[in-house]
Structures are given as structure tokens and as C-alpha cells.
């Protein structure tokens, strides 16, 4: 069934009335009532998080909780998320992707993208089906990192090196891509600079230059970071990003989803998931579980000195990605940005991963 349905776009958290939340269930069932909505949260960040719950005479497997997201009421965050349509880009993989990837993501409900107009996503509450969502400040230990490890190289080997992968979803590519990546380069720089500002004492003296030299060969990394095997990515694995149900790890927030190369989201999980003592630790046979379950799921031909040297060069992002964050300001809890900018600075500094990039 076609889940589109231009009634269903809301604007802020108010237009979740009961008579929005039955255009919704039309949608999925005929003939079942809606009689309360009851906003149990609502957080702000790179998107406005909605957490509902509703009351309605249909079956069991219709849930009655439900996660909206729409456009952040942070006016900082919605400049930065929405010229690259990132919302949007969610929306589609949610239509289009989801149902095809071999690792558990929240179950899809409903969804509405309009050029200029807006876009919001409905799903199911993860918490209804007993799953515990993450926390962008958790520190996993190593054998939660291990199950991560696993689920990513499943996720990646299914889209491994496929010819017809830039094809199937060309949304992921062309103009917004470009856009996204003119704009990352436009503003590297002097969001670089306000954000080496503002984290102080959490990033060493020592990383202040190279990561100002980055930011201004930005569009010369990221095309360094994106000549390899082709795969789809997630592109931003912190622990904010993860569930976990019956000890087993999913995925959430797919708004940077893209076509890119698999060791990245490793880079990006282990410089934000790990404390940095566990990190050095386990570094080593996290990324050897990699590799060798990317073999077990029929990837061929693994260069294993090649890609340890890319995950060192794949570093750069999560360091940015964390340092852009609290430039801009309103993308995640102050706290939680602390705590992701200490763990990806000692990763960087510890690899000297600029060192690996062409600045």
C-alpha cells in the first residue's frame, strides 16, 4: 500500500493531533478508530524526535507507540540539515532500502517528502517491542562493540562492490550529494575554527593545525576517502545511533546514509562507541572481526594491510563530524558532544590519522 498521503505532513510537535494520527492509520488499516495521541517526549536536535503514544481499537501488530521525526526546531541545525535534505534522503531509504538490509532498523509506519514543503517519518516506537535505544555518551564494552562489528560487516558484504548499486539508489547521488558535499567544503573552515574554540582543553594543541589544514582540503579527503570498494554505509555509528534488542544491535537515524566505503562506519563506531583505553585494547581484533566477517558473507579479494590503512585515514570524520557538531550548536546534548570529541581526538592523535589524508 502506498503510504504516501499529503495530509499527514506536520510542522512541530502540535499538528500530532488525533485526526492527523487516523490519516496515518488509514493508510495501514480500514476501519480502525483513533481516540487519544499523548506526546511522551520531544527532543531537539539534528531533527525534532517525537516519541507518541496512541490509543486505537485495531489489531495487536498496529502499535500504539510510535516515533515521528520532522525538520529540527533548532534553528542552527534545520540551516545544516536541510539545504542537503537529509530528512528527506531518511525518508526514502525507509521506502526504498530498508525492507532489503540484513540488519535490524525500526519498523516503517508511514513517511511524507515534499520539495519546499517538508518531510516527516513515522515509526515504530522501539521501545514498544522491549528494545533499548542508545545514548550518544554510552561507552560499549568490547564485546558489545564485537556484535556491532558483525552486523555492520553483514550490512556492508550485502551491498559489496555491486555494479548496480549507484543505479538502484541514485537518490544517494547527483545533485544533493553534491550540494552536500559543496557545502561541507564551504563551511569547513570556519566551523572548524569555532569548534577547536569552543571544545578548549578537549582536543590537544598538537591536532589544531592539521585539523584546520583538513577542513580547507575537506573536498580533496573526502574524495581520497571515497576511492575504494563501493558499499552502502550508515555514516554515523555513535552509540546515539544504536538499539539493541534481546542483546543484539540495530541501527537508527539514516539520514547520512550513502554510497561510501565500509571501514568508515567502522572508524566512525570505534572512535565514538569505545572509551579510548578499550579502543587500545581491543582495536586490533575488532577490526581482524571485521575483515573476517566481511569473508564469511562471500566478500572476495580483502587488500587486509590495505583497509587497516584506510580505517586509520577514516578517522578524520568522526573527529570532524563531532568538532562540526558543537560548532553549529543544538545537534546533540552538550555533555554527550563533550564525551564524543574526547574519544574521537585521542583516536585521531593517537593514529595520527591527518597524517593519513592528502592536506
Not at 504516501?4 to 505532513?9: K, Q, V
Not at 539534528?46 to 521525526?69: C, N, S
Request: proline share 6%; glycine share 6%.
Amino acid at each position: 500500500m502506498d503510504h504516501d498521503n499529503s495530509r499527514i505532513l506536520a510542522h512541530r510537535p502540535s499538528d500530532l493531533t488525533v485526526g492527523w494520527a487516523q490519516r496515518v492509520v488509514n493508510n495501514l488499516y480500514s476501519g480502525v478508530i483513533v481516540s487519544r495521541t499523548n506526546i511522551a517526549s520531544v527532543n531537539i536536535g539534528t531533527t525534532t524526535r517525537i516519541r507518541l503514544a496512541i490509543e486505537h481499537d485495531g489489531p495487536e501488530d498496529l502499535p500504539r507507540q510510535w516515533f515521528v521525526k520532522l525538520p529540527s526546531l533548532a534553528w542552527r541545525a534545520r540551516l545544516i540539515t536541510a539545504l542537503p535534505r537529509l530528512l528527506h534522503t531518511e525518508v526514502r531509504f525507509y521506502k526504498e532500502a530498508a525492507q532489503t538490509i540484513p540488519i535490524a532498523v525500526p519498523r516503517f509506519l508511514a513517511a511524507q517528502s515534499i520539495r519546499g514543503k517538508g518531510a516527516i517519518l513515522v515509526l515504530k516506537d522501539i521501545t514498544e517491542s522491549g528494545s533499548i535505544p542508545g545514548s550518544p555518551g554510552d561507552a560499549l564494552t568490547a564485546e558489545q562493540a564485537a556484535l556491532v562489528v558483525k552486523q555492520l560487516a553483514r550490512f556492508h558484504a550485502h551491498f559489496w562492490d555491486k555494479v548496480d548499486l549507484a543505479q538502484t539508489y541514485h537518490w544517494l547521488a547527483g545533485p544533493v550529494r553534491r550540494l552536500e558535499d559543496f557545502l561541507g567544503a564551504a563551511l569547513a573552515v570556519p566551523l572548524m575554527k569555532r569548534g577547536l574554540h569552543r571544545a578548549g582543553k578537549l582536543i590537544p594543541p598538537a591536532l589544531h593545525a592539521p585539523a584546520i589544514d583538513y577542513a580547507r582540503h575537506r573536498r580533496r579527503v573526502m574524495h581520497f576517502l571515497s576511492n575504494a570498494p563501493q558499499t552502502l554505509v550508515h555514516h554515523d555509528c555513535h552509540p546515539g545511533n544504536i538499539f539493541w534488542h534481546r542483546s543484539q544491535p540495530g541501527l537508527l537515524d539514516w539520514q547520512l546514509v550513502r554510497i561510501g566505503e565500509g571501514i568508515g562506519d567502522i572508524a566512525y563506531f570505534l572512535a565514538t562507541a569505545l572509551q579510548p583505553e578499550i579502543r587500545r585494547l581491543h582495536e586490533a581484533s575488532l577490526l581482524a572481526i571485521y575483515i573476517q566477517s566481511l569473508k564469511e558473507s562471500g566478500v572476495k579479494g580483502i587488500d587486509t594491510k590495505g583497509l587497516l590503512r584506510r580505517y586509520r585515514s577514516h578517522l578524520v570524520y568522526p573527529f570532524e563530524a563531532m568538532v562540526m557538531s558543537l560548532a553549529v550548536g543544538g545537534m546533540m546534548e552538550l555533555e554527550n558532544n563533550y564525551e564524543l570529541i574526547r574519544r574521537t581526538a585521542a583516536a585521531v592523535e593517537e593514529l595520527d590519522a591527518f597524517a593519513a589524508v592528502p592536506i
